[in-house]
């Protein structure tokens, strides 16, 4: 019986619908003429997850099919599956991802060539199911690049050159043993590849073999964990980085004089604000200002006040943030019913803006009221624009601390 040369890993919880789109494009696209098997994880299911894998493996796909006894969390749930690979070769595969046929038969045929290579890595396409096209790769590959074992100087410098993450890749099967092991802070793509450089030569393909679906057919606005990733994600590259150059000098393939120490700390940090700025942008996206607005903070600090997405944020950020603390502060107090918002120009376009930053509907926002109740007072927040009218609401008899003013916000938006 020939040996198996791809194993394919598809973990998944609750994802019927997905996973039965991902399996249909074994039958109905994928063309390999490698033996491959398809290894699929689930992680304790409530859904009909094992009647699809049944209707598959009756068609006659090459499924392993594995249970948790409960759900073991996301990464468990991939080293169960990768676990399982008795392939040559092994492959991640979201259940709501695509393959690319020629990209990942290239890929194969490579590894094939040259046996010295533990894990090659390619650019992948996202893709809009909903409009039917790819985006650009999230990096670019002028060519492929092998890195020899322990290459770690090199090695950094491409990646952050070129700002690439090592995510999508296909590995040696039997490097995965020492390769995978439970990361915290270090970003577990770099620190991952530390681990594959130690085993042997890397390399990092320029043709995609993988498609990431962002905007599917079968929920358009579903969470991504790569998106969120990127949010959150930032100090955990730094960490990535770091783990990486540690690794190569503790190999004695990094030598860590004091100039190199100072030129590995400028390159992580400046990659570091790159990914921030991104989280920048993708928090205004977002409409959460009071994170972008940390953010901000941190790339002023690090010489980043020219960057586009700093100077694009900087008009917006006072405004937003005064009233997405408004928002915050508001919503937070109990048996609240009512905002006034005192020295408000437009109040209906405020109103608007509150409302979408997430004040709830049952708290009424209204102008200044002449005369209130002791007891609708206590429920009653206020917002003012001048702290000379923090009396007037002192002497009527509303709680000091639920007057808030323009002042006591943008006392602390330092833009």
């Known amino acids: 019986m020939s040996q198996v040369k791809l194993s394919i890993c598809i973990p998944t919880y609750n994802r019927a619908p997905f996973l039965e789109k991902a399996l249909g494009y074994f039958v109905e696209l994928y063309q390999f003429s490698f033996k491959y098997e398809i290894i699929i994880s689930d992680n304790a299911s409530t859904d009909g997850t094992r009647e699809i ?119 040696r099967t039997s490097a995965l043993r020492s390769a995978w092991a439970p990361r915290h802070f270090a970003y577990w793509a770099f620190s991952y590849l530390a681990h594959f450089l130690e085993l042997g030569a890397v390399t990092f393909l320029k043709k995609p073999f993988y498609r990431q679906v962002i905007r599917s057919k079968i929920v358009r606005d579903r969470p991504q964990a790569g998106h969120a990733e990127t949010l959150t994600g930032w100090d955990t590259y730094r960490g990535g980085l770091e783990y990486f150059i540690y690794s190569g000098a503790k190999r004695g393939a990094v030598k860590l004089t004091a100039d190199r120490r100072a030129y590995f700390d400028a390159q992580i940090r400046d990659f570091t604000m790159v990914r921030m700025s991104v989280a920048l942008r993708m928090w205004v996206l977002k409409k959460d200002y009071v994170r972008a ?62 409302r979408e930053l997430g004040l709830r509907s049952e708290i009424a926002v209204v102008p200044p009221t002449t005369q209130l109740t002791a007891d609708e007072m206590a429920r009653t927040a206020v917002f003012i624009t001048s702290d000379s009218d923090r009396k007037h609401y002192l002497r009527e008899g509303y709680p000091p601390n639920m007057v808030v003013s323009e002042g006591d916000i943008l006392s602390h938006v330092l833009i």
């Open 293 to 354: 607005y940390e953010l901000y903070t941190r790339l002023m600090l690090g010489g980043f006040e020219h960057h586009p997405d700093v100077q694009q944020a900087r008009a917006a950020l006072p405004l937003m943030v005064a009233l997405q603390t408004v928002t915050w502060h508001t919503n937070a107090i109990a048996e609240v019913d009512r905002l006034v918002l005192h020295g408000v120009d437009d109040h209906g376009a405020i109103e608007a803006l509150l």
């Open 53 to 171: 894998v049944d209707r598959f493996v009756a068609k006659g796909l090459p499924i392993r099919y594995f249970r948790q006894s409960e759900n073991f969390g996301a990464i468990p749930n991939v080293i169960s599956a990768v676990s399982r690979a008795v392939g040559e070769y092994t492959l991640y595969l979201a259940d709501d991802d695509v393959l690319i046929n020629d990209g990942l038969r290239e890929a194969i045929r490579y590894l094939d060539l040259n046996p010295e290579v533990t894990a090659c890595f390619a650019p992948w396409y996202t893709h809009d199911e909903v409009d039917g096209r790819d985006n650009a790769p999230f990096f670019s590959v002028d060519k492929d690049t092998k890195f020899k074992k322990r290459e770690f100087e090199p090695v950094f410098d491409f990646l952050v050159d070129r700002h690439v993450f090592p995510e999508i890749g296909i590995y």
